[in-house]
C-alpha cells in the first residue's frame, strides 16, 4: 500500500514526521507528506499542494494507495464526498487528531486493511486507536477480514451482512469446505461453487502469476502487459493469489505497484528453490546469465501454486517482461 497523508497545521506536520521516524526505525517507508495550501511554508519533507482538500482527495483516492488525514474529521468527510463505491475496493482511510492522540479508520476497515494500519500508526505514536466497526467493537467474527486474510474471493457483498448480523447476535457461525460438504444449511462455504444452501460463499483465488523483468521497468507498462493477458486467459485480478518471481526482483518498482494497486501478494523465491521446481519450463541462457536460473515467471508461478500446480500458460514476453500463469490444485 502506498501511504499518503496530508495535514494543515504545525502540529500536523510534527505527527506526521513521528509516524515517518517511527517508519524508519522498523526499516520501513514513511508516508508521502503534504502540507494543504495555506499561510505557512512546509517543512522539510513535505510537499505543498495548492489544489483544493477535495480536489487533491480526488486525485489521490485510487487503488492501491492508503490515505491519513491529520485534522478533523468532517474535513475528511467533506474531502471524501462521492469519490467511495464500493466496500471492497475503497482506498483505507485514516483520520488522526493533529495532537496525534487519537487514531480513527473511517473508510474500508476490513477489505481495505484501514483498521490494521490504524492500530499500526497508533503504536508508532503511543496513541489510541478508535476502532467503530461493530463486529471489532463485540470481538465478533469478521467474514470479510477472514476472507482478506485467508486470499479468499468474497462472491456475495450482501452476504457478508447476513453472516455478520448473525454474529453479532452472539449466534454460532458455522463453516464449511468443498470437501466436507453439509448436510444442512451452513453460514459460509469455502468453495470454488456449490449447490448446497449457505449465505456466503468464499471462493479460492486459483491463480499465480509468474513475472521476470528487466530492471526498473516503466510501472505503467508493466501493469498494461499484466492486465493485457489477464483479458486473453480471461482471468480477473480478483482471482489472483500471488504474485511470483525471484528474489533479485521482489522489490522492483514495477512488481511492488501490482502488489498495492490490485492487493495480491508478492511471493519471491531464490535461485535455489526456482530449480527445484518441478515440470518442464522453457530454457533461456540469457536468463541463465542474468540470474543463475533459466526460466524466472514459469518456475515461480509454479512454486507459488503449489503441489499438484498446473502452468496454464507458458512465458509470454514483451518489452524485457516476461509473464506466466499456473493453476493452483484447491
Given at each position: ?95 488522526i487528531d493533529d495532537t496525534g492522540e487519537f487514531v ?201 501454486a503449489g503441489p499438484g500446480a498446473e502452468l496454464i500458460?507458458?512465458?509470454?514476453s514483451e518489452n524485457g517482461m516476461t509473464i506466466a ?6
Amino acid at each position: 500500500m502506498r501511504k499518503i497523508a496530508i495535514c494543515f497545521t504545525r502540529n500536523g506536520e510534527k505527527v506526521i514526521d513521528r509516524i515517518g521516524r517511527g517508519y524508519r526505525e522498523i526499516g520501513q517507508e514513511g508516508p508521502e507528506a503534504y502540507l494543504s495550501s495555506g499561510s505557512i511554508e512546509p517543512e522539510k519533507g513535505f510537499q505543498r499542494t495548492d489544489l483544493s482538500v477535495g480536489a487533491w482527495t480526488e486525485s489521490v483516492f485510487q487503488p492501491g494507495n492508503g490515505l491519513l488525514f491529520v485534522g478533523a474529521v468532517g474535513i475528511a468527510v467533506r474531502a471524501l464526498a462521492g469519490l467511495p463505491k464500493d466496500k471492497l475496493s475503497d482506498c483505507p482511510v485514516v483520520v488522526i487528531d493533529d495532537t496525534g492522540e487519537f487514531v480513527i479508520p473511517i473508510l474500508s476497515g476490513h477489505a481495505g486493511g484501514a483498521n490494521k494500519w490504524a492500530v499500526e500508526l497508533a503504536e508508532l505514536l503511543g496513541a489510541v486507536p478508535v476502532i467503530t466497526t461493530a463486529t471489532d467493537r463485540n470481538d465478533a467474527f469478521s467474514v470479510d477480514s477472514f476472507a482478506v486474510e485467508n486470499r479468499l474471493t468474497i462472491t456475495d457483498r450482501e452476504g457478508i451482512r447476513r453472516v455478520s448480523v448473525k454474529a453479532l447476535e452472539d449466534k454460532k457461525v458455522t463453516l464449511s469446505i468443498k470437501n466436507y460438504p453439509p448436510e444442512q444449511p451452513v453460514d459460509v462455504i469455502i468453495a470454488d461453487e456449490t449447490e448446497a444452501q449457505c449465505s456466503l460463499l468464499l471462493r479460492p483465488k486459483p491463480y499465480t502469476v509468474g513475472l521476470g523483468m528487466k530492471k526498473n521497468k516503466d510501472r505503467a507498462e508493466a501493469e498494461a502487459f499484466f492486465l493485457e493477458i489477464l483479458r486473453e486467459t480471461g482471468i480477473d485480478d480478483q482471482d489472483v493469489f500471488a504474485l511470483c518471481t525471484i528474489d533479485l526482483k521482489e522489490d522492483e518498482e514495477a512488481i511492488l505497484a501490482l502488489r498495492d494497486r490490485y492487493r495480491i501478494p508478492v511471493l519471491s523465491f531464490d535461485r535455489e528453490l526456482l530449480e527445484k521446481a518441478e515440470g518442464s519450463f522453457t530454457a533461456s541462457e540469457f536468463v541463465r546469465e542474468q540470474v543463475g536460473v533459466d526460466n524466472v515467471c514459469e518456475r515461480a508461478a509454479v512454486l507459488g501454486a503449489g503441489p499438484g500446480a498446473e502452468l496454464i500458460l507458458r512465458k509470454r514476453s514483451e518489452n524485457g517482461m516476461t509473464i506466466a500463469i499456473a493453476k493452483r490444485k484447491i
